[in-house]
């Protein structure tokens, strides 16, 4: 497999996807809201905090970080559930990027405020799926101009970093 046949995103790019059509092209496009943001913040010092004993942020191949590594699976740490298919998407993602390379492993999402694991398996339907994620991110990646609003936010908009650039 050569590096040019993989996907060049990242998996917070996929969650964007799954999260907000908007959000994902303002990002991929070097608008970043994030490094104010007291969420992110917050959820940076939950995984900073979490499995300490673990080495974390694993870079692999400058383009997917993964939280840790650990018994022959990949982890990622998240701060509540509450946005769960896009974690997933997300972890789905970082082993549909590994697959591509010949490396088969499955994942977990941690909840450690919830105390809550979820192993997430790459399956042939979510293979699928996370094909036709990067399909779709492809479309919306070469827009000329960011997705418009939706008529009315969704009740996660409040708390997004980029909520007072949507709706501000």
């Not at 996807?17 to 913040?41: A, D, P, Q």
Request: hydrophobic content about 30%.
């Amino acid at each position: 497999m050569f590096d040019a046949e993989l996907p060049a995103y990242g998996g917070l790019q996929v969650s964007y996807y799954t999260v907000c059509k908007r959000k994902l092209w303002l990002f991929s496009h070097g608008i970043s809201m994030e490094s104010e943001n007291e969420n992110v913040k917050l959820g940076k010092l939950l995984h900073e905090d979490s499995y300490e004993r673990k080495a974390k942020d694993i870079l692999i191949d400058n383009k997917i970080r993964v939280d840790f590594i650990d018994g022959g699976s990949i982890h990622e740490v998240k701060k509540s559930s509450r946005l769960e298919e896009a974690s997933e998407n997300q972890i789905l993602y970082y082993l549909y990027y590994l697959s591509l390379k010949g490396v088969f492993v499955d994942g977990e999402l941690h909840y450690p405020k919830e105390n809550r694991v979820k192993k997430v398996t790459l399956d042939e339907d979510a293979r699928e799926k996370i094909e036709s994620i990067i399909s779709h991110i492809d479309e919306i990646l070469k827009m000329p101009s960011p997705p418009s609003l939706d008529s009315e936010s969704k009740p996660y908009c409040r708390k997004c970093a980029y909520y007072d650039f949507c709706y501000g």
